[in-house]
């Protein structure tokens, strides 16, 4: 690991980022208490977003040494933060069933902006020359986290059997995996497969989610996408096997 990555975040990178968690942290309030009146939600559905939206930032002020050499938050990881406060707010209605049904086309809404805005950040990116290990890893797990809670919405909608939440699933269990079998954190080479998967795996989710689609469409949706994952990560999982034995630099899990 170079020096750069072991050094604490340089005080305007921190400043910058406490910044931004703190404008989209207020917005993100005042959305949950929007969403509360609206559908006549208890206020624990305020702390959950906001509990969720906690633990988030604690992750990202871990990790933000991995953002380095790039002194300031960059406009990327804003739109990666956006994204994820809006996750926190959809995993908000998990544990509410009635009012989910209510908000159907608010969750279609706060999902489909989710995912269109994930195609901002890394054109962002790339665009001012910000690309770090940091937002990379954001992105990502922003990604495997709205999978997770799309596909529980859905079981709880009773759109789709407990299968249904192995789409979210799979990804941790890949890093639970990758702890006990160091071979399967070696970085995996660029794959459009693999974007494509995923995206299609959050509409397919998006679309089952959707007032006007049956449960039996949307448990097929659901099992085409879980299926469509579990391939490309069997996919995966045999190439890292296949070059298990070269040396490898110990490199972030894919």
């Not at 939440?165 to 990758?178: E, I, K, N, Q």
Request: with cysteine.
């Amino acid at each position: 690991m170079s020096q750069a990555l072991k050094s604490v975040p340089r005080s305007s990178l921190l400043l910058s980022t406490l910044f931004n968690l703190l404008w989209v942290g207020l917005l993100l309030s005042g959305l949950a208490i929007w969403k509360k009146i609206a559908f006549g939600l208890p206020m624990s559905f305020v702390w959950q977003v906001l509990g969720v939206f906690g633990l988030m930032v604690g992750l990202l002020l871990l990790y933000l040494r991995y953002h380095a050499p790039i002194r300031h938050f960059s406009p990327a990881n804003r739109v990666t933060l956006a994204r994820a406060a809006l996750v926190a707010l959809l995993m908000g209605f998990i544990g509410h069933p009635q009012q989910t049904f209510q908000a159907g086309w608010v969750l279609i809404g706060l999902a489909t902006t989710t995912l269109l805005l994930d195609g901002l950040d890394g054109w962002l990116a790339r665009f001012t020359r910000t690309v770090s290990d940091f937002g990379a890893r954001f992105d990502m797990e922003t990604d495997a986290l709205l999978i997770a809670v799309l596909a529980i919405l859905l079981w709880q909608m009773q759109k789709a059997g407990w299968w249904v939440l192995g789409s979210g699933a799979l990804r941790y269990l890949f890093v639970g995996a990758a702890c006990v079998w160091p071979w399967l954190r070696r970085p995996l080479p660029y794959s459009r497969r693999r974007q494509t998967v995923c995206v299609l795996q959050t509409v397919l989710l998006i679309v089952g989610l959707s007032p006007v689609v049956s449960a039996d469409w949307a448990t097929g949706l659901a099992g085409l996408g879980l299926a469509s994952l579990i391939a490309s990560f069997t996919v995966d999982t045999l190439w890292l096997a296949r070059h298990a034995q070269l040396p490898t630099a110990g490199g972030p899990i894919p």
